[in-house]
């Protein structure tokens, strides 16, 4: 079955301790996205590619980067991790259209984030 | 700016009976996408149902129905005989036409009771 693959789906890392998160697909999608998911609230987009063209959210912090090696991989990384960035990670796909309209997103299973 | 609006933040339903949860969304936009989307427990967020604003029929999937009333900016979402299995985080969400980005509200926790 096609779908979006997360890992670790578990991660704990130390403070300032950079870490890397890992998401995959199979749908063949050309914008994949990354969102912060904080516990009881909605998720807030970080920043999204299209095909590999990289768009950054205004407020998301510096220490937040991300690399799209190719059609199927997108990373997250994050440089010097704090206790604030202790949260679920969200990566979804979707199909832009030649006509610039993107489609449905759909989302991987998250990788939980603990930052001590 | 859009903006996603779930008065409820939390719903309970008895198994087998039916449940509406409400949204309502901002918009200078006419032509736009609106979605529910259901986030059980330390589970993956799933798409539950989707609207094209152009569409004056609302969208149904089986026991999940929408009321949809463009003028309003309303969404509301139905869920029919409600099984356990429904019980989690619901999140109302507004994508335009022509953007990436999704706008969600603050989502829905919903508990189904046997």
């Known amino acids: 079955d096609a779908m979006v693959i997360q890992n670790p789906r578990y991660q704990v890392t130390q403070f300032g301790k950079p870490v890397t998160l890992s998401c995959s697909q199979t749908?063949?999608?050309?914008?994949m996205y990354w969102y912060q998911q904080k516990s009881s609230q909605a998720p807030k987009l970080l920043f999204h590619?299209?095909?590999?063209?990289?768009?950054n959210e205004a407020d998301t912090p510096d220490n937040f980067q991300s690399r799209r090696p190719n059609t199927s991989f997108c990373f997250l990384d994050i440089r010097s991790p704090g206790l604030g960035d202790t949260a679920m990670y969200l990566c979804?796909?979707?199909?832009?259209?030649?006509?610039?309209?993107?489609?449905?997103?759909?989302f991987g299973p998250g990788t939980r984030l603990l930052v001590l | 700016a859009q903006t996603v609006t779930q008065s409820q933040p939390e719903m309970s339903v008895q198994e087998a009976e039916t449940v509406t949860l409400s949204c309502t969304y901002d918009?200078?936009?006419?032509?736009?996408?609106l979605f529910w989307y259901k986030q059980p427990p330390s589970r993956q967020m799933i798409l539950v149902i989707r609207?094209?604003?152009?569409?004056?029929q609302n969208a149904t999937e089986n026991r999940f129905s929408v009321n949809f009333q463009k003028a309003a900016k309303s969404f509301s979402l139905k869920i029919s005989d409600s099984q356990l299995g429904d019980a989690a985080m619901y999140f109302c969400?507004?994508?335009?036409?022509?953007?990436?980005?999704?706008?969600f509200g603050g989502g829905t926790r919903l508990m189904v009771k046997p």
């Open positions: 979804a796909t979707s199909r832009r259209t030649s006509g610039g309209a993107s489609e449905t997103q759909y």
């Open positions: 749908l063949n999608h050309n914008v």
């Open positions: 590619y299209y095909d590999k063209d990289f768009n």
């Open positions: 918009t200078s936009e006419s032509d736009y996408y």
């Open positions: 609207q094209e604003a152009y569409k004056q």
């Open positions: 969400a507004y994508q335009n036409n022509a953007g990436n980005m999704l706008t």
